[in-house]
């Protein structure tokens, strides 16, 4: 991929919202180029969305997250894939990895609530033929995401005015 | 009563300070730094460091040492470790050769490093020149030890390079050395090879001693820095002072060094030894860990400054006020006289109507009036919100 396009989604992993022609300003290239280029990643689906993190601790909702190991037969054929769709395309499937070392897929589920996610799991994933086991394991605080420190400590210390 | 006395025996005081120190006018910086301090809600592009937190890695060095209780005293001249790495770095990077054990100080930030060369180097009456406009601390030193501090003025026409023209006509019998601070803090000036031939034959026929602050050597953006000290022959009669408080964001850790002749860092190591004793130890553990592991986060911030260079001299011009283009450091200095107003009038409203807080180009000597000098040293959303209120500034004393 060309280095424009790298520099273009890099600076789109820090902030989504920037215009090409920011995005153009900042890397010194044409608009039209960096418009063009955007265009081309979003068509072959390497920009997939334009999504927002977010903190949801300090939402009131009740929410669980929780992460599963699950380990499979894989299916004739077709491997760990045919498995790997019937779980994603649950709606509370957050996402899917297959994984190297002691099981296959990692799941990450969201749910209302610690009941849902554990229904979840014994009612539609352990219950899939392929399915050996399972581990789940709740996250209880999230400290960074996508490269996003959630509470930030290192605030900016520096004397507004120095030589 | 007792507090006139009390006020006037404080006032009385004065009689005992040294008349270099005394006549050492107040610092612009800091009259601005007072009025800055009362005011709420500003954007700040007055800042002179970078807004990065030092690398993670090179703080958890420092913080892994001082669980095994490295806090003793180093060698006067530092770690000989971290003098091997700042010359490997130097070499590597700037084609310059220093002998560790005896070409290398390592100091309490770059300022130390300029005191010790002024200090020792200079007899009263000696000249030494200074490139204009310039960062604040070169000719208040000079002053202390009983020397001259001859500005020599550089222009946005010339992109703030000095040229031999210019030099040549404030060389008299008494200069002494040569002070050359490029990239250049306020003006994002720099100097290539080509530049600098015409100064170095000058600086040979002449006999002149260099004193070049390279701290923000690692802050250029599509040339590489050229050191003083890599031209032919300048070597010998040069001090390179650097160290790694921008390219690495240390500012607070103090640590600097310098480089230069035998004979120069040996006299440089006598002030120092007896003034500093040695750099601080955990300061330079850090240094260590930054130029062996941290040079990929410092290509980051690089980048990064380079981007947001992009941004605010565009938004300059944009604006409809002179910028030249800066090429290295993190500062642009766009020309405000357009508006017609003095750098502290514009610097002032700017402050007070505008809430964006930049530093008046006159602090910084000859050739800075009718400047501000503006750091890019902060967040890209900062910068955009920033060139929104100089936008409207600019607009709104347009129209009167």
Not at chain 1, 99 to 110: C, K, Q, T
Not at chain 1, 113 to 139: G, M, P, Q, Y
Not at chain 2, 89 to 104: A, D, G, V
Request: aromatic share 8%; charged share 25%.
């Amino acid at each position: 991929m060309s280095d424009l396009k790298v520099s273009i989604l890099e600076l789109l992993k820090e902030d989504s919202r920037r215009s090409p022609e920011l995005i153009a300003t900042m890397l010194g290239e044409d608009v039209d180029a960096v418009r063009q280029a955007i265009e081309e990643m979003e068509r072959d689906k390497i920009i997939v969305k334009y999504a927002t993190v977010i903190n949801w601790n300090k939402m009131d909702d009740e929410k669980e997250t929780a992460l599963i190991e699950v380990q499979i037969t894989p299916e004739r054929g077709r491997g760990f894939d045919a498995i790997a769709e019937r779980i994603y395309l649950f709606p509370q499937v957050k996402s899917v990895y297959l994984m190297s070392g002691s099981y296959d897929l990692l799941v990450e589920i969201d749910g209302k609530n610690l009941k849902e996610v554990a229904s979840f799991v014994s009612n539609k994933l352990s219950t899939l033929d392929s399915v050996l086991s399972t581990k789940t394991h709740f996250i209880l605080k999230k400290y960074k995401q996508d490269g996003v420190i959630f509470e930030d400590h290192e605030g900016d210390h520096r004397m507004v005015i120095s030589p | 009563m007792i507090k006139q006395e009390q006020e006037q025996q404080t006032r009385s005081m004065e009689r005992y300070l040294s008349p270099a120190v005394r006549n050492i006018p107040p610092s612009g910086i800091r009259k601005f730094f007072d009025l800055v301090s009362g005011s709420k809600d500003i954007i700040s592009l007055g800042v002179g460091e970078p807004d990065f937190v030092t690398p993670w890695l090179v703080r958890e060095a420092c913080v892994y040492s001082l669980e095994q209780g490295r806090t003793s005293y180093t060698h006067n001249a530092g770690l000989p470790e971290l003098r091997e790495e700042i010359a490997n770095y130097l070499h590597k990077r700037f084609n310059l050769t220093y002998e560790p054990s005896r070409q290398i100080i390592v100091t309490v930030g770059g300022s130390e490093a300029i005191d010790l060369a002024l200090r020792a180097i200079l007899v009263p009456g000696d000249e030494i020149i200074v490139p204009e406009p310039t960062y604040v601390s070169y000719s208040p030193i000079t002053a202390l030890c009983g020397g001259v501090a001859v500005p020599v003025q550089t222009y946005a026409r010339d992109n703030f390079k000095l040229t031999a023209e210019a030099l040549k006509q404030k060389l008299t019998p008494k200069t002494k050395a040569l002070i050359l601070s490029y990239p250049s803090n306020p003006t994002g000036g720099i100097m290539g090879y080509e530049d600098y031939l015409p100064i170095a034959k000058l600086v040979e026929e002449h006999d002149l001693l260099v004193i070049t602050d390279e701290i923000y050597a690692e802050l250029t953006y599509g040339a590489n820095h050229v050191s003083f000290a890599s031209l032919p022959g300048m070597k010998d009669r040069t001090i390179v002072i650097s160290g790694f408080s921008k390219a690495f964001a240390m500012t607070g850790w103090r640590i600097g060094y310098a480089c230069g002749h035998p004979d120069l860092v040996a006299a440089m190591l006598k002030i120092h030894q007896y003034t500093i004793m040695c750099a601080p130890v955990m300061a330079q553990v850090a240094a260590i860990e930054s130029l062996r592991n941290g040079l990929e986060e410092k290509d980051r911030m690089v980048e990064a400054y380079n981007q947001r260079r992009r941004l605010v001299v565009k938004g300059f011009r944009d604006i409809g006020l002179d910028c030249h283009e800066p090429q290295g450091a993190f500062y642009a200095f766009p020309s405000i006289q357009s508006t017609g107003l003095t750098s502290q009038e514009f610097a002032e409203r700017l402050l007070l109507e505008g809430k964006v807080a930049a530093v008046p180009g006159d602090v910084f000597g000859l050739g800075g009036e009718g400047y501000i000098r503006c750091s890019y040293a902060t967040s890209v959303n900062n910068l955009l919100e920033a060139l929104e209120r100089i936008h409207k500034f600019v607009q709104k004393i347009r129209m009167f």
